[in-house]
């Protein structure tokens, strides 16, 4: 194993800055393999990176973890989006459910510490469970969303799952992402419709107001300290923190390296 750094990866993301969405997800194919997943919330992003993903064929199952307490047109998108790009949507989930957690540990997501516990167990764990049988995985974080993720690198590495996260949208702005969904009739949420800007559990989320920023829903009863549940480690970790423990010719490879062979 080696440590790769953001710091390695600059001269890469300089070159891929501007590259089409589609050639990123094809080298990120070739590269690692059976060992790529893409990550959607089935936001309209992450419904974008799915009709990508089903023109290009490629044969990437698409992560979808589930808190238990989606919206029910969240669990009915997911469905739709499956069977529509014909993707192996894999769903994963936390340990307990919300009323054993709630039993066991109260109601954690009406203070900002507990809100942090309660992300950690119902979305980053279940990620964190299966983590392992990937190197790599594709997210639609986008720089237009603001916020710290204005700086979202293209690549940048994941210290929590210890993969490279693939950002392929992360230069798209509204205007674009709007019309690609239009040119290619995407279905989006229906909750988009009514006011959800973004969307996340139940619990925490709610539609914003014209003018609000897009995550004023987010958290809007914990206030503006806890706009990201931590599942994006470019959403909450300095830049110098972002690294990964991969095989040394996998590094190799991605930063396109001449690797020497004995015979
Ligand atoms: S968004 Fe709210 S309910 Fe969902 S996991 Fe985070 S704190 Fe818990």
Avoid at 15 to 32: C, G, N, V
Avoid at 156 to 164: A, V, W, Y
């Amino acid at each position: 194993m080696a440590r790769l750094t953001l710091a390695d990866l600059a001269d890469l993301n300089a070159q891929f800055e501007h590259s089409d969405p589609r050639d990123l997800i094809r080298w990120a194919k070739d590269l690692f393999g059976d060992r790529l997943a893409a990550l959607s919330s089935m936001q309209k992003t992450g419904c974008a990176v799915c009709h990508m993903l089903s023109t290009l064929d490629l044969d990437i199952p698409v992560l979808f973890v589930d808190t238990g307490v989606l919206f029910p047109e969240t669990y009915a998108h997911r469905d739709l989006i499956a069977e529509e790009y014909g993707l192996t949507i894999r769903t994963l989930t936390p340990e307990l459910t919300m009323e054993e957690q709630t039993n066991q540990l109260g109601v954690l997501y009406l203070t900002p510490e507990g809100q942090a516990e309660c992300c950690r167990m119902r979305k980053s764990d279940p990620l964190l469970a299966v983590a392992d049988q990937y190197d790599a995985m594709i997210s639609s974080l986008r720089r237009s969303d603001g916020g710290p993720r204005g700086r979202t690198p293209v690549l940048s590495p994941d210290p929590e799952t210890n993969t490279l996260r693939i950002n392929p949208l992360v230069t798209m702005a509204d205007e674009e992402l709007a019309a690609y969904l239009k040119d290619n009739a995407i279905p989006t949420n229906p909750l988009h419709e009514q006011g959800y800007a973004t969307i996340g559990c139940n619990r925490c989320t709610t539609p914003v107001l014209p003018g609000e920023p897009k995550r004023a829903g987010r958290w809007r009863h914990l206030g503006p300290w806890s706009q990201y549940c931590g599942i994006n480690p470019t959403d909450m970790m300095p830049p110098e923190q972002l690294s990964v423990d991969l095989p040394e010719d996998l590094i190799d490879r991605v930063l396109g390296r001449a690797t020497d062979f004995v015979i």
